[in-house]
């Protein structure tokens, strides 16, 4: 069932401070599998691989983690994270765990927003951060540049989840290392790190450009 979030300045289903005029995204929930095998592989990565001990697959939010599929459909970038289990070519991250990827928001080519978990349901994006880190794919990549409408639709999921939770950080995948050391960084294997290019450097200096009234840090090294 399709569901239109209006964006307004002063009265919609979102309430947006500082936004420039009304905006409409059209947004739907395109849930990922999240069957037993899923929470219970979620509740033992929380364990082995955060430290953190729960009965449930839950998340406090504090940050916000922008990603690209590098996949260029949304239809593939969606079948990439909807099983419960990582495909067997995704070798280097089998090692830590079973459990497949995933995001809580994932973003088309058009602005078009699809909510595949639940913003405080555990997902499987950004090493050492997991558990308090809310996901959002881009459909696209190095190959197929974000665009306007997903810089749009980030925008306003920011400012969305900001009015909702305390979310301290927003961050690009690319700058997870620099939470190494910070006391949000829970992770108990300090050899496992990937290196990763999404979504870059100029497509988060225009987020952050445009959300500096939120007040939002960077980079534990940035304001």
């Keep these: 069932m399709k569901i239109v979030i209006k964006l307004i300045c002063i009265l919609g289903v979102l309430t947006l401070s500082g936004c420039a005029g009304a905006q409409t995204f059209r947004t739907f929930n395109k849930p990922v599998i999240f069957d037993k095998e899923?929470?219970?592989?979620?509740?033992?990565?929380?364990k082995a691989r955060h430290g953190i001990?729960?009965?449930?697959?839950?998340?406090?939010?504090?940050?916000?983690?922008?990603?690209?599929?590098?996949?260029?459909?949304?239809?593939?970038?969606?079948?990439a994270?909807?099983?419960?289990?990582?495909?067997?070519?995704?070798?280097g991250l089998a090692g830590a765990s079973s459990l497949n990827v995933?995001?809580?928001?994932?973003?088309?080519?058009?602005?078009?927003?699809f909510r595949q978990l639940p913003e405080t349901t555990f997902a499987r994006h950004v090493i050492g951060l997991n558990y308090c880190a809310i996901g959002v794919?881009?459909?696209?990549?190095?190959?197929a540049p974000l665009t306007k409408k997903q810089l749009d639709a980030n925008e306003a999921l920011i400012r969305y989840l900001k009015s909702k939770y305390d979310i301290e950080y927003v961050i690009g995948h690319h700058e997870?290392?620099?939470?190494?050391?910070?006391?949000?960084?829970?992770?108990?294997?300090?050899?496992y790190l990937t290196s990763k290019n999404d979504p870059g450097d100029e497509f988060m200096t225009k987020i952050r450009n445009r959300i500096k009234d939120l007040n939002i840090k960077g980079k534990p090294d940035q304001p």
């Design 38 to 46: 899923r929470e219970r592989l979620s509740v033992e990565y929380l």
């Design 53 to 79: 001990i729960k009965d449930s697959a839950t998340i406090v939010p504090k940050i916000i983690v922008l990603h690209w599929t590098a996949i260029p459909s949304l239809e593939k970038s969606f079948d």
């Design 81 to 91: 994270m909807n099983p419960t289990l990582l495909p067997g070519a995704r070798k």
């Design 102 to 113: 995933s995001a809580q928001f994932l973003v088309d080519r058009d602005g078009v927003i």
């Design 137 to 143: 794919e881009n459909v696209g990549g190095t190959n």
């Design 176 to 191: 997870y290392k620099s939470f190494i050391g910070h006391p949000l960084w829970k992770e108990t294997d300090p050899n």
